[in-house]
């Protein structure tokens, strides 16, 4: 009988019995950005453990991964219970010959480039999947790409709530005012996620992001 | 050689999704570079990049995408209006698109009011010119 009505409330998009604040978590963005990065930094803060392999060759993450039950407590005692979706990073181009500049041989760059074009496919299809997202840039890189317009375009055309993490603060080249300029109707908040910078700050407004 | 290709807004008003982001798709395999007065629906700029990832192969790399608009935000309130106006009557054919194809377009760089396109021939032209000095 409970099966009955929580298939009907999901057709009817209203879920009494799902758990407030339990809600799908994606990490978006563009390749070699450092999401997998920041979802072991997460799953390690949160869970003691790691969720994803990271590398400095791109397209590292080819598929969609989920950790499930992260449980978030901040210091005035609020809770939070959410899915964490690692994405692959979302590219309008893979060659395979830049995966053999990196070392690898032709058969595994081929390999990994059809793999990499799929997960962007997948990554795209996904994003009806989110609650909320948090868009993880690279901030020592040019944040007019369109691969970011049209990442946080789309998830403004569908309402999901957005927080832009301004990855790699610890690296010179780094600046998040660029980024603040860029989306200046968006919160952003600057991180290393590799060092643990300022992650403080970051969870609070992931707090902020799933009310 | 660089081609580039003009694709008025009427020429894509009034195609489906599918056909608008196939319309240009394939004119890019031909390595050609699209400009298109106007730009995409969002949804259908996130359709172009997942089209784009099903055709990729060792001979189509993919795209380099950009687009300029005016920026809302430095617009005065009359210019807003009739912007909106014009978009009611003619749809929507502010800004510009450009679409390059991967092996001939190197990177757009959007500043944001003005692109830059760098195409392959010309970086390996700027290095070798690099080297004679």
Known sequence: MKQFFKNLFKKLKFNPFSKRGHVKLGLYGPPNGGKSTLANRICLDWLDEEMSSVSHIAHETREIKIKEQIHLKNAKGKELTFSLVDTPGIATKIDYEDFLKRGMKKAEAKARAKEATKGVIDSIKWLDNMEAVIVVLDATKDPYSQVNITIIGNLQARSIPVLIAANKVDLKKANIDSIKAAFPQYDIVGISAKYGKNLEEFYEEVFNLIK | ?133
């Open chain 2, 1 to 133: 050689m660089v081609t580039f290709q003009f694709i008025p807004f009427h020429q894509i008003e009034n195609l489906s999704s599918a056909k608008r982001v196939n319309k240009l798709l394939n004119v890019v395999k031909q390595d050609k570079i699209v400009v298109m007065e106007g730009r995409l629906r969002k949804q259908e700029e996130a359709d172009l990049i997942e089209i784009t990832m099903e055709e990729i192969s060792p001979k189509f790399k993919g795209i380099e995408l950009s687009t300029v608009y005016p920026d809302k935000n430095k617009q005065t309130a009359m210019q807003k209006v009739k912007g909106r106006f014009a978009t009611m009557l003619l749809g929507d054919r502010q800004g510009l698109t450009i679409i390059g194809p991967a092996n001939v377009v190197k990177k757009i760089e959007q500043n944001p009011d003005k692109i830059e396109l760098f195409t392959k021939e010309s970086s390996t032209r700027y290095r070798k010119t690099k080297r004679r000095k």
